[in-house]
């Protein structure tokens, strides 16, 4: 049966897959646009959702929690996501994925929304959007296995590249059509990238799900779990590292903005060319050091929680437009080592469960992704600048945690 559905087998007795080349690089630029597409969503709704709810008289709290709510779900989701995606195939898992997505986006339009609405219907979003990551970073991944950390490193500029555009899709479309204008935007791009994956994307088995016997599969994961267990040193401190990137993300992308708005002299158009300089650094970072080799992911994901601190502080102790632009630089570079040097030392641990292991990943960036907004919005309700001594610890902490367990992970 599984045969007749997946005509294509990844995992043949010879060296090499039956999947035709072309099949392969079809689907990898099929993750690419499908990346780009839906990062573009996701970009417009986190922002669309704190702003609709302000517009609704939702308090700071409630505000909070329009990303935080997010959070919380994707601590678990992509977890799901990544085994649901290597049992049922990546092309099935993304297409429900995205069905389900698209009904989710039209909650939005619901005329008798409230922010604890909002708030709901951000914490079934992060639960749908667990599904879509885990399944593009396993495919691409597992596709492409003599150069893992390039084709993950495409799938990360091309999130970030969708991300840039995402303001824009409110700001241009809210003055001309309204408010709910950006939500049509973003169902008509989710429409379209479904019928991208159900015409291009070519659907494929793994002989390891299938074909292997229960012993020989048995041995493949136990060899795996000795290599690499998900408790090593290697996998903890790419957890920091993961979780470090979604609470300087977080802070970057919700708090920045408030933070330079209320102060003297500066106007809304610096905190947008500022997350503009910030969004564009952290795509060439992921360009960079998807070039990198594997032995060196280690000392990236350190160099990410150094930079972190620094640029954390430089928005702590100083108020420049020019020092901003600066700490937006180095940040950029920061959060795009965190991601994929994480992202990179976790997938390619296994060769059989890579989407279970995008989803691991996914789901520790979920942890950082609620810690960012709630415990940085209550600082900020103290002092302003607070969220910012708070990453400069934060990133101090990860990174002398990440020491010696990389030391130990090189030793073993």
């Known amino acids: 049966m599984h045969q007749t559905r997946e005509p294509f087998c ?19 630029l099929v993750g690419y646009l499908t990346t780009f597409l839906v990062t573009f969503t996701l970009g417009t709704t986190e922002i669309f959702a704190p702003w609709y709810a ?53 909650l939005y339009l619901n005329p008798f929304a409230s922010p604890l609405y909002l708030i709901l219907v951000r914490a079934l979003e992060g639960f749908v959007y667990g599904f879509i990551a885990p399944s593009i970073e396993g495919m691409v991944a597992e596709l492409t296995p003599e150069a893992e ?26 003055g001309l059509f309204g408010p709910l204008a950006s939500i049509y935007v973003v169902i008509a791009v989710e429409i379209v990238s479904l019928g991208i994956i159900s015409a291009f994307m070519q659907s494929y088995r793994r002989k390891s799900d299938f074909d292997s ?13 000795k290599t690499h267990s998900r408790t090593s040193p290697r996998f903890i401190a790419s957890y920091l590292s993961i ?87 180095v940040s950029g570079v920061a959060v795009g080592f965190n991601y994929l040097g994480a992202l990179y030392l976790i997938v390619s641990a296994t060769d059989i469960e890579k989407g279970a292991n ?23 309700d103290i002092g302003a600048n607070l969220p910012y001594l708070m990453c400069t610890v934060l990133s101090v902490l990860v990174f002398a945690l990440m020491v010696p367990m990389l030391r130990r992970q090189k030793q073993s």
């Open 10 to 28: 990844l995992d043949r007795d010879s060296s090499e897959s039956d999947i035709p080349f072309a099949s392969k690089r079809r689907n990898r």
């Open 54 to 106: 302000d517009i609704l008289g939702g308090s700071s709290f409630e505000l909070g929690w329009t990303m935080g709510s997010f959070g919380v779900v994707y601590m678990f989701s992509p977890a799901i996501g990544g085994r649901f995606s290597d049992r049922v195939g990546r092309k099935k898992s993304l297409a429900i994925a995205t069905m389900a997505y698209i009904g989710v986006i039209a």
């Open 149 to 174: 950390c390039a084709v993950l490193g495409n799938f990360s500029t091309s999130w970030s590249a969708g991300m840039i555009f995402s303001p824009l899709a409110i700001a241009y479309t809210e």
């Open 358 to 380: 995008a989803g691991l990943v996914e789901s520790m960036g979920g942890v950082g992704l609620f810690l960012g907004p709630i415990a940085g919005g209550w600082f900020m």
């Open 243 to 329: 979780m470090l990137w979604g609470v300087i993300s977080t802070v970057v992308l919700v708090l920045f903005p408030t933070f330079v708005e209320n102060l003297p002299g500066f106007v809304p158009e610096d905190w947008g060319n500022l997350l503009l300089v910030w969004n564009g650094v952290r795509t060439v970072a992921f360009i960079i050091c998807a070039r990198l080799p594997e032995e060196l992911m280690g000392s990236v994901i350190m160099v990410g929680a150094v930079l972190s601190a620094i640029s954390s502080a430089m928005l702590y102790f100083f108020v420049d437009l020019g020092v901003f632009a600066v700490a937006m630089i």
């Open 213 to 225: 016997s229960p012993r020989t599969e048995r041995e493949t994961v136990d060899k795996e779990i």
